[in-house]
């Protein structure tokens, strides 16, 4: 019963921290690029005002998804979230592509840790 318990607890704390992040980082980091991707797209006049508005909400909610589901917010990759979440709805292509790349080096480098 001991060992159960003992292996559980274990298990339980390898999750927590940067590693337990990954996914969220990852999918803030897709977000970031596809934000980008829309506003590259009405910036050259491809898109309607309504579906730039409703990628634009959607992909802030889910970024705040993110966001609240870290184990540890107070980290670079945290800042990189919180940077996107302040970025206003039109902010730059690059200003988002940069977000965003930094989130992927994070991302690769706890990766290969």
């Given at each position: 019963m001991w060992r159960c318990l003992l292996l559980v607890m274990l298990l339980a704390a390898c999750a927590q921290g940067p590693e337990a992040d990954v996914p969220s980082i990852s999918q803030a980091r897709s977000l970031g690029a596809e934000w980008a991707l829309v506003n590259e797209q009405a910036n050259?006049?491809?898109?309607?005002?309504?579906?730039?508005?409703?990628?634009?909400?959607?992909?802030?909610?889910?970024?705040k998804t993110c966001a609240t589901s870290l184990t540890q917010p107070k980290s670079a990759y945290g800042d990189e979230i919180a940077a996107l979440l302040a970025a206003p709805d039109s902010a730059s292509p690059a200003l988002l592509r940069n977000h965003a790349d930094k989130l992927k080096r994070i991302e690769d480098s706890l990766e290969s840790d």
């Open positions: 050259a006049g491809k898109l309607t005002a309504t579906y730039v508005a409703a990628m634009r909400k959607s992909i802030r909610q889910q970024l």
